[in-house]
């Protein structure tokens, strides 16, 4: 069956150091995979999106790495700051579809 | 500034009620989707469309139903609501076509059932 996991629910971290979140798919062949920042009672915002013929992006201290053949996401953090704290999402396209993993809860304490 | 708003941000309804919610983008989106998000289990896809009068079955379409009759609004309909159906309901919009896109979600509609 398919599945899109993100390996842990909830990550702690502290001020400073490098957040590295996973997301692992099986039976899905995307052709692009995002990255969302979800707070509290609000709607998922789109971060970074990284194609299938892409290794890495980086958008200012996050960057995003895609490898095809693990079938493997990564999305680091780096000189993390507890204004970073939120759950975040991985997503897949699948056809016409934009499926989810259930995210990983992110704290960053000082 | 882009948008995608939802018709209610709270809702409560009784068990048996038929129930809609609705959703509008002004970015004339082609592809719109309706999410539910519960505690444990993520985002779940419902349903989605890609065009005008067209829907496509998500991961959990049981107990709900679509309409799509104009390209910027996107309606989730619950025949009959069940307690099991109280959640975080999500609608969202996406460009289709490039690979260069995103999705935009609305602020999303708590709706508990009683």
């Known amino acids: 069956s398919q599945k899109i996991e993100q390996n842990s629910e909830a990550l702690n971290i502290q001020e400073g150091k490098t957040a590295t979140l996973t997301c692992n798919y099986t039976n899905y062949s995307p052709a692009y995979l995002q990255w969302y920042r979800q707070d509290p009672g609000r709607g998922p915002v789109f971060l970074l999106l990284?194609?299938?013929?892409?290794k890495e992006k980086r958008k200012e201290r996050l960057k995003v790495t895609f490898d095809t053949t693990l079938k493997q996401s990564l999305f680091h953090i780096t000189a993390s700051q507890p204004a970073d704290s939120a759950t975040y999402l991985c997503a897949l396209g699948s056809g016409t579809a934009l499926i989810f993993g259930k995210g990983t809860t992110l704290s960053v304490s000082s | 500034d882009v948008k995608v708003t939802q018709s209610s941000r709270y809702l409560v309804k009784r068990t048996g009620e038929k129930v809609f919610l609705e959703c509008v983008q002004d970015?004339?989106?082609?592809?719109m989707f309706w999410y539910r998000q519960d505690p444990g289990l993520g985002l779940r896809l419902i349903y989605f469309?890609?065009?005008?009068?067209?829907?496509e079955k998500g991961d959990i379409p049981e107990g709900y139903s679509v309409s799509r009759e104009k390209k910027e609004r996107f309606s989730l309909i619950l025949e009959s609501a069940s307690t099991n159906q109280t959640s975080m309901y999500l609608c969202a919009s996406m460009s289709q076509g490039a690979l260069n896109t995103e999705a935009f979600f609305g602020q999303g509609t708590r709706l508990t059932v009683v």
């Open positions: 990284i194609r299938e013929n892409e």
């Open positions: 469309s890609y065009d005008v009068k067209m829907k």
């Open positions: 970015m004339d989106h082609e592809n």
